[in-house]
């Protein structure tokens, strides 16, 4: 049975745990609000480049670009895998290890085993896991998130828009956590290239778009497709980002809580045994002086 000092020397070690997790879920609360500032600010950019790709997808259907272009045999696969650089942030990591494993499992599972799917990690809990499996590793890129900048982002998506326009990939498909909510993360798994066609409004409707095309639609949409891929790759960054942010600062926050219902328990027993060592006490010299007495 543990002594009056083994407990208490659990409890302060619970109470030191307990102040670093709510410091830990300060700052995440903190770094997040600047998080959801950004991912906010690119999102209508995103939106608006896309209805205006899709619009000019639409109208220029006859072009033969390589971007749209489905391989008629996928010999190779790329795979971008977004995780965080840290964790005690839940299953935020977790569960884009599953998505990206069972991703495989189900649609490329012959070309994995023949050692023709890459990955592409951002985030240095990917590179932790995948790093002894038997996927091949193409690129990793760890620490971006302590200082992201949309170059990167940029400099990433062209350099991987090349190999595949070169044939090096067939298909290259993004994983990433997007942010729903500061307590929920929704798993995406997303085509990047070949670009799928887009949901968008019918033909007849955009048919009625009375637009004046300079210099050309061809040279206009040869020139969005670069920003697209770019800005579809720079706001999974930011999802991520805020989705990791809001899942530490859930976890920290459960885990201060947690603390706080284990030193309850803590000095329940801390008081049951130290009233029990009293009680132990009293019963000793009352037997004693009985002793006495009887002596």
Known sequence: MATLRDIKQRIGGVKNTQ??????????????????ENMSNAR???????????????????LELPHFKEREEIKKVAIIVVTADRGLCGSFNVNIFKAVEEEIAEKYQALADAGNVSLFLIGKKGNDYFSHREVPIAEKH???????????????????????????????????????????????????????????????????????????????????IPRYLNTQVWNALLESYAAELGARMTAMDQATENAD?????????????????????????VSGANALKEG
């Open 19 to 36: 102040k670093i997790t709510r410091a830990m879920k300060m700052v995440a609360a903190s770094r997040l609000r600047r998080a959801q």
């Open 44 to 62: 209508p950019y995103t939106r608006k480049i896309t209805e205006v790709l899709t619009d000019l997808m639409l109208l220029t259907k006859e």
């Open 142 to 224: 760890l620490g971006i998130f302590s200082n992201l900048h949309f170059e990167f982002a940029a400099k990433f998506t062209t350099s991987l828009t090349n190999r595949f326009i070169s044939g090096e990939f067939d298909k290259v498909v993004l994983v990433y956590n997007e942010f729903k909510s500061v307590i929920q993360q929704n798993l995406r798994v997303k085509q990047l290239l070949p670009i799928l066609p887009i949901d968008t409004p019918s033909e007849e409707e955009n048919k009625n778009s009375d637009y004046i095309y300079e210099p050309g639609k061809k040279e206009i949409i040869e020139t969005l």
């Open 261 to 285: 219902e284990m030193i309850n328990q803590l000095q329940i027993t801390y008081n049951k045994a130290r009233q029990a060592a009293i009680t132990k006490e009293i019963i000793e010299i």
